[in-house]
T-cell receptor, first 114, second 112 residues
Framework: DQQVKQNSPSLSVQEGRISILNCDYT??????FLWYKKYPAEGPTFLIS?????DKNEDGRFTVFLNKSAKHLSLHIVPSQPGDSAVYFC?????????????FGKGTLLTVNP | DTGVSQDPRHKITKRGQNVTFRCDPI?????LYWYRQTLGQGPEFLTY????????KSRLLSNRFSAERPKGSFSTLEIQRTEQGDSAMYLC??????????FGPGTRLTVT
């Protein structure tokens, strides 16, 4: 049972435009959410996070939005750059059973075309 | 800040052999985690250490798997009697707080 879902396996955008990556979750007890970026043959790199008590967090070109009522979060990248091309993972912390375990989605492959 | 390091980066072994992986966390981090990632999936939690104490183990961690973190510094993950289903990327992460976990480059295990 996937508690964190990234329903789009891939996304392609033009350089300079906005990239929007989506994530849905089912466990209302998750209390912290993180986005990671992963290049091939490397480990995931932490990008940005958001607490469940907030609805928005911004860091440079990256903004994460959280809609608790819809159990939905999204990562916006503006403007998108070719170097942003990677797999993006949404992850959630908490969930009632553990305060340490990250639960990941399956990832979305973002391709930014020059 | 040298980041999380893992050794080896790649390991090919025959079914039935034992393998051991090492993780060196970021030096000031007291929390260390192991995850496993297979193709097309996100990382899955295996186990968690706070200092030298192993505080949580996933049911994914069968009795063929054992992890240690002596003296609360580096950690090792051993798989005994490897099976083809153990082929995966094994990722180590560390943190100083519960929230943001920082990952190493991973060890890719191939069991033939």
């Amino acid at each position: 049972d996937q508690q964190v879902k990234q329903n789009s396996p891939s996304l392609s955008v033009q350089e300079g435009r906005i990239s929007i990556l989506n994530c849905d979750y089912t466990n209302s007890m998750f209390d912290y959410f993180l986005w990671y970026k992963k290049y091939p043959a490397e480990g995931p790199t932490f990008l940005i996070s958001i607490s469940s008590i907030k609805d928005k967090n911004e860091d440079g070109r990256f903004t994460v939005f959280l809609n608790k009522s819809a159990k939905h979060l999204s990562l916006h990248i503006v403007p998108s750059q070719p170097g942003d091309s990677a797999v993006y993972f949404c992850a959630a912390l908490g969930g009632g059973g553990s305060n340490y375990k990250l639960t990941f989605g399956k990832g979305t492959l973002l391709t930014v075309n020059p | 800040d040298t980041g999380v390091s893992q050794d080896p980066r790649h390991k090919i072994t025959k079914r039935g052999q034992n393998v051991t992986f090492r993780c060196d966390p970021i030096s000031e981090h007291n929390r260390l985690y192991w995850y496993r990632q297979t193709l097309g999936q996100g990382p899955e939690f295996l186990t968690y250490f706070q200092n030298e104490a192993q505080l949580e183990k996933s049911r994914l961690l069968s009795n063929r798997f054992s992890a240690e973190r002596p003296k609360g510094s580096f950690s090792t993950l051993e798989i005994q009697r490897t099976e083809q289903g153990d082929s995966a990327m094994y990722l180590c992460a560390s943190s100083s707080y519960v929230y943001e976990q920082y990952f190493g480059p991973g060890t890719r295990l191939t069991v033939t």
